[in-house]
């Protein structure tokens, strides 16, 4: 949501969409089992795997790593879980400069102070 209340959604192609949703089917079908907690995130999926047997975690996380490169995703890593990451190039750094290019003008740089926390 920008300053004035206006909201921005960075498009995402359909095709994109397509991919994630039977990405996300297929890791359900292939590597869902007990202790999995599976988000779907629209274009983004996590796979969970923390309370997965010890002995089961490698071999579903290399499977869940082959599935999300396969459909052309990026692999994000994170504690006991594993995210796919659409090859949209759209982040927080980059939402910033959208607003404040929207907000402020091409001279924002010169009227206004950002300030990260």
Request: aromatic fraction near 10%.
């Amino acid at each position: 949501i920008l300053p004035d209340c206006s909201q921005y959604t960075h498009p995402v192609p359909a095709d994109l969409l397509h991919r994630a949703t039977s990405l996300f089917n297929q890791i359900q079908e292939e590597c869902f089992e007990d202790g999995v907690i599976l988000e779907n995130k629209g274009v983004q999926l996590t796979y969970h795997y923390r309370n997965v047997a010890e002995e089961r975690r490698e071999v579903l996380v290399r499977r869940v790593k082959e599935l999300i490169e396969r459909a052309g995703f990026r692999v994000g890593l994170a504690h006991h879980a594993i995210e796919s990451k659409p090859p949209i190039f759209w982040d927080k750094g980059r939402a910033v400069m959208f607003i404040l290019h929207h907000q402020f003008g091409k001279d924002w740089p010169r009227r206004v102070q950002p300030i990260y926390i």
